[in-house]
C-alpha cells in the first residue's frame, strides 16, 4: 500500500532552517511527482511547490521560492524540503503528498519557530 | 493565480440530511478541481477529482457537479463521521490553489 512518511516535529529557532523528509512506499518513487503543501494552523491550504523525483526538475510556488528548496534521494525513495531563515510565520504543518491529483498524503509534520 | 472561493465558510447539518459546498473559480478551469476532506488533527484526503470521479473507497453519497466555473460538492445522507473541513482544489494551471474551506458540523 502507498504511504509517505514524514519525519518528526520540529522547533526550531528563528533565522535557521530545517530540513523535512518524506519517505515513499509502495508504489514506484519515479512514476509520481511529489508536492509540498504548507497549512498554517486552523486556515487553508498553500501549494509549495513539487520535484520530479525521475529527473530532480522543480517548480515552485513564487510565493516560496527563496524560503523552500526541494530534493530527492532516488536511492531512498525519500524526498526532502528545506525551508531556511525560519521566522514565525514559517510555523505550520507541512504536508508531502503524490501527483497527479493528491491522493495520498503524508501524515504532516509540524514546525514551530520560537526562540 | 486562479482564485477558488468556496462557501459557506462553516455549516450545520442533522443526521441523515443532504448538504452542498461550492467552490467559484476566477476562471475556467475546464474540471480540473478536486475536493478533500480532512479531520482535525489529520491529512487531507481526497474525495472527488475532475470536477466528479469519485475516488477509490470514497462513500457514494459524495458526489461532484460543475456548472461553468461554479463547481459543488454533495453530500447525502449524512453521517456522524461526515463531520470535518472540506476543501476544493483546482488542478488546471500552477500553482495549484484550494479554497478556503468548510466546516462541516454534525448536528
Known amino acids: 500500500q502507498v504511504n509517505l512518511l514524514q519525519s518528526g516535529a520540529a522547533l526550531v529557532k528563528p533565522g535557521a532552517s530545517v530540513k523535512l523528509s518524506c519517505k515513499a512506499s509502495?508504489?514506484?518513487?519515479?512514476?509520481?511527482?511529489i508536492h509540498w503543501v504548507k497549512q498554517s494552523h486552523g486556515k487553508s491550504l498553500e501549494w509549495i511547490g513539487y520535484?520530479?523525483?525521475?529527473?530532480?526538475?522543480?517548480n515552485y510556488n513564487e510565493k516560496f521560492k527563496s524560503k523552500a528548496t526541494l530534493t530527492v534521494d532516488k536511492s531512498t525513495n525519500t524526498a526532502y524540503m528545506e525551508l531556511s531563515r525560519l521566522t514565525s510565520e514559517d510555523s505550520a504543518t507541512y504536508y508531502c503528498t503524490r501527483e497527479v491529483y493528491f491522493d495520498y498524503w503524508g501524515q504532516g509534520v509540524m514546525v514551530t519557530v520560537s526562540s | 493565480d486562479i482564485q477558488m472561493t468556496q462557501s459557506p465558510a462553516s455549516l450545520s447539518a442533522s443526521l441523515g440530511e443532504t448538504v452542498t459546498i461550492e467552490c467559484l473559480a476566477s476562471?475556467?478551469?475546464?474540471?480540473?478541481l478536486a475536493w478533500y476532506q480532512q479531520k482535525p488533527g489529520k491529512s487531507p484526503q481526497l474525495l472527488i477529482y475532475?470536477?466528479?470521479s469519485l475516488q477509490d473507497g470514497v462513500p457514494s453519497r459524495f458526489s461532484g457537479s460543475e456548472s461553468g466555473t461554479q463547481y459543488s460538492l454533495e453530500i447525502n445522507s449524512l453521517q456522524s463521521e461526515d463531520a470535518a473541513t472540506y476543501f476544493c482544489?483546482?488542478?488546471?494551471?500552477?500553482?495549484?490553489?484550494f479554497g478556503s474551506g468548510t466546516k462541516l458540523e454534525i448536528k
Open positions: 520535484i520530479n523525483p525521475n529527473s530532480g526538475y522543480t
Open positions: 509502495g508504489y514506484t518513487f519515479t512514476d509520481y511527482y
Open positions: 475532475d470536477a466528479s
Open positions: 482544489q483546482q488542478h488546471h494551471d500552477y500553482p495549484p490553489t
Open positions: 476562471e475556467d478551469i475546464y474540471s480540473n
